[in-house]
C-alpha cells in the first residue's frame, strides 16, 4: 500500500493565489520529500524535510512536518500558471527507499 | 553534471511480446537506481532498486525484472508482456554515500519516462 497520501487529490485555483496540500503517511520516516511532475515528464524534486525538521523554506514554497501526527504540508504562494503541474508526497523510510503517495493535480488558471 | 537517459520514450506492444527498457546515467559513479512504474493518474510504485552491479532488490512479485550489466546501466524486461504492464515507467538515480554535496539527502533523479501500452 502507497505509504503517503495527498489531500486534496486536484486543486484549481487562479494566479496570485496559494495553494496548498497536504500529505498522510502511516510509518516512521527518515525524511520526506515532495516532488512535482508535469504532464507525462519525469518527476523533479523540489524540497526535502528531515523528520527532526518541523519547517523549511525554499522560494515560493513552504513545507511543514508534524511527526506526531504523521503528516506533512506543501504550500505554494502567489501561484503561478506554470505551477499547473502534479505534485507527490515521497517518505523515505528505509535507506533507498522513497514511496509516493498518489499525488495532487494542481491548476493555475490565468 | 549528471544526466539520466530513458529510451525508448514510447512504445506500443503486444500482449505476450518481450520488453526491455533501458537507463543510463551519467556524471556519477556508483548510484543506486530505480525503476518506478505510474498507472494513470496515480501514484508511483518501486519495482526495483539497485545499490551496485548485479545487486537488485525487487518491491513487488510481478512478470518483470531487472538487470545492471554495468555500475550505470538498469534495464527493466519481461519474457511476456501482460495487458497489466501498460503504464509510464520512470528510471532514477540517487547520490551514493561517497557523493559530494548531495549525499545522504535522499533526493532522487528521474529520467523523462518510458510509455508503455500493451494491447
Known amino acids: 500500500s502507497q505509504q503517503g497520501e495527498e489531500d486534496p487529490q486536484a486543486l484549481s485555483i487562479q494566479e496570485g493565489e496559494n495553494a496548498t496540500m497536504n500529505c498522510s503517511y502511516k510509518?516512521?520516516?527518515?525524511?520526506l520529500q515532495w516532488y512535482r511532475q508535469n504532464s507525462g515528464r519525469g518527476l523533479v524534486h523540489l524540497i526535502l524535510?528531515?523528520?527532526?525538521?518541523r519547517e523549511k523554506h525554499s522560494g515560493r514554497l513552504r513545507v511543514t512536518l508534524d511527526t506526531s501526527k504523521k503528516s506533512s504540508s506543501l504550500l505554494i504562494t502567489a501561484s503561478r500558471a506554470a505551477d499547473t503541474a502534479s505534485y507527490f508526497c515521497?517518505?523515505?523510510?528505509?535507506?533507498?527507499?522513497?514511496?509516493f503517495g498518489a499525488g495532487t493535480q494542481v491548476v493555475v488558471t490565468p | 553534471s549528471q544526466t539520466i537517459h530513458q529510451w525508448p520514450a514510447t512504445l506500443v506492444q503486444p500482449v505476450g511480446s518481450p520488453l526491455s527498457l533501458e537507463c543510463t546515467v551519467e556524471?556519477?559513479?556508483?548510484?543506486?537506481l530505480y525503476w518506478y512504474r505510474q498507472a494513470a493518474g496515480r501514484g508511483l510504485q518501486l519495482l526495483f532498486y539497485?545499490?551496485?552491479?548485479?545487486?537488485i532488490s525487487s518491491e513487488v512479485p510481478q512478470n518483470l525484472s531487472a538487470s545492471r550489466p554495468q555500475d550505470r546501466q538498469f534495464i527493466l524486461s519481461s519474457k511476456k508482456l501482460l495487458l497489466s504492464d501498460s503504464g509510464f515507467y520512470l528510471c532514477?538515480?540517487?547520490?551514493?554515500?561517497?557523493?559530494?554535496?548531495?549525499?545522504?539527502?535522499?533526493?532522487?533523479?528521474f529520467g523523462e519516462g518510458s510509455r508503455l501500452t500493451v494491447l
Open positions: 532514477a538515480w540517487r547520490g551514493g554515500m561517497q557523493e559530494g554535496p548531495r549525499a545522504n539527502t535522499g533526493e532522487l533523479f
Open positions: 510509518t516512521s520516516i527518515n525524511n
Open positions: 524535510i528531515r523528520s527532526n525538521e
Open positions: 515521497a517518505t523515505d523510510y528505509s535507506w533507498g527507499k522513497l514511496q
Open positions: 556524471g556519477t559513479s556508483n548510484p543506486n
Open positions: 539497485s545499490v551496485g552491479i548485479g545487486q
